[in-house]
C-alpha cells in the first residue's frame, strides 16, 4: 500500500466524530439560543438597551437580532448550510464585541466582566472559523 493512498477511517470513527461535532455546535448554539429567547421576553428593555449602547434604528436591529440569535443557533445544531451560518455569525459575535462588551470604557466594577465577555467573544468567533473552514461531510452516492 502507498503512503499517498487514502484509506477511509472507520465507519464508528466516523460516526463518533460526527456525533462530536454536533455536540460542539449544541454547545456553541446555547449561548445564542438563550440570549435571543431572553431578549424576545424583555423586548421593551432590550430596546432600551440597545438603544443606550448607541446602536442605530435598535426598534429593527432588535427583531433582526432575535432571529439570527434564535434562528442561526437552530440552524448551527441542525447543520444547516453550516459553513455560510457560521460565517455569519462569526461576523455577528466580532461586531457584538465591539459594540456590547467595551472594556475600554467600562467602569472598574464592570472592567472584568465585559473584558471576559469581550473575549468570550473572540473565542466564539474562532470556534465559528473552525466551523468555516471544516471540510464538507459527502453523503453516501456523492
Same mark, same amino acid.
Given at each position: 500500500?502507498?503512503?499517498?493512498?487514502?484509506?477511509?477511517?472507520?465507519?464508528?470513527?466516523?460516526?463518533?466524530?460526527?456525533?462530536?461535532?454536533?455536540?460542539?455546535?449544541?454547545?456553541?448554539?446555547?449561548?445564542?439560543?438563550?440570549?435571543?429567547?431572553?431578549?424576545?421576553?424583555? @423586548?421593551?428593555?432590550?430596546?432600551?438597551?440597545? $438603544?443606550?449602547?448607541?446602536?442605530?434604528?435598535?426598534?429593527?436591529?432588535?427583531?433582526?437580532?432575535?432571529?439570527?440569535?434564535?434562528?442561526?443557533?437552530?440552524?448551527?445544531?441542525?447543520? @444547516?448550510?453550516?459553513?455560510?451560518?457560521?460565517?455569519?455569525?462569526?461576523?455577528?459575535?466580532?461586531?457584538?464585541?465591539?459594540?456590547?462588551?467595551?472594556? @475600554?470604557?467600562?467602569?472598574?466594577?464592570?472592567? $472584568?466582566?465585559?473584558?471576559?465577555?469581550?473575549?468570550? $467573544?473572540?473565542?466564539?468567533?474562532?470556534?465559528?472559523?473552525?466551523?468555516?473552514?471544516?471540510?464538507?461531510?459527502?453523503?453516501?452516492?456523492?
Amino acid at each position: 500500500m502507498n503512503s499517498r493512498t487514502h484509506v477511509s477511517p472507520p465507519a464508528q470513527a466516523t460516526q463518533s466524530g460526527q456525533a462530536a461535532q454536533l455536540f460542539a455546535r449544541l454547545l456553541m448554539s446555547l449561548l445564542f439560543l438563550i440570549s435571543g429567547v431572553r431578549k424576545l421576553l424583555t @423586548w421593551s428593555v432590550t430596546i432600551a438597551y440597545f $438603544n443606550k449602547l448607541g446602536v442605530p434604528f435598535a426598534e429593527f436591529v432588535v427583531p433582526l437580532t432575535i432571529l439570527l440569535e434564535i434562528g442561526g443557533g437552530l440552524a448551527l445544531i441542525a447543520g @444547516w448550510r453550516l459553513r455560510d451560518i457560521a460565517a455569519v455569525m462569526a461576523l455577528y459575535t466580532f461586531a457584538t464585541a465591539f459594540i456590547a462588551h467595551r472594556f @475600554w470604557q467600562a467602569d472598574a466594577a464592570q472592567f $472584568n466582566g465585559q473584558l471576559n465577555n469581550f473575549f468570550k $467573544n473572540i473565542a466564539m468567533v474562532g470556534g465559528f472559523l473552525l466551523l468555516v473552514m471544516m471540510p464538507v461531510a459527502r453523503k453516501r452516492g456523492d
